[in-house]
């Protein structure tokens, strides 16, 4: 059975082995190299509740993660978050990363935000079919703005904006 959860500090060591296959294997992150533990403490310190990580659950173990992050230090900024998400590589396709987004949205709705962006890199179809199911909409291209594995890359700009109550 699959549990969506708040994530905890016990958490951090599963969170950070993900987002580390996903830095050295995928375009979904533009982190180049492993994270250590001392950094994924600082980015755990900067979540809250009005920038949550959750966590999903399958029989004890830890198989993704979603967060909504600050999107920018401007005070005007303050109502919009940036997603993330991510799952282990050997539990994809299970409806898993949906079951995350579902929930993260939420999460950031019951916070106040007004928009959430996310940045989708290009080649990563099943994730922009996936933002695009719980309502994000394309809003722009960003051209050859990152390099990975040698290769240029265009990102991919979605916005999910929150309907007034």
Known sequence: MLTIRPATLTDLPAITDIYNESILKTVATFDTEPKTPEE??????????????LVAEGNGIVVGWASLSKWSDRCAYSDTAEI??????????????????????????KAG????????????????????????????????????????????LMQKVYDDP
Request: charged share 25%; proline share 2%.
């Open 40 to 53: 994924q403490m600082i980015w755990f310190a900067e979540h809250g509740p009005k920038y949550p990580i």
């Open 113 to 156: 935000l007004h928009t959430i962006i996310a940045r989708i890199a290009e080649a990563s179809e099943a994730s922009i079919y996936l933002h695009k199911s719980v309502g994000f909409e394309h809003v722009g291209t960003m051209k050859e703005v990152g390099r990975k594995f040698g290769k240029l890359l265009d990102v991919y």
């Open 84 to 109: 993330s998400l991510y799952v282990r590589e050997n539990h994809q396709g299970k409806g898993i990363g949906r079951k995350l987004l579902v929930a993260i949205v939420e999460e950031g709705q």
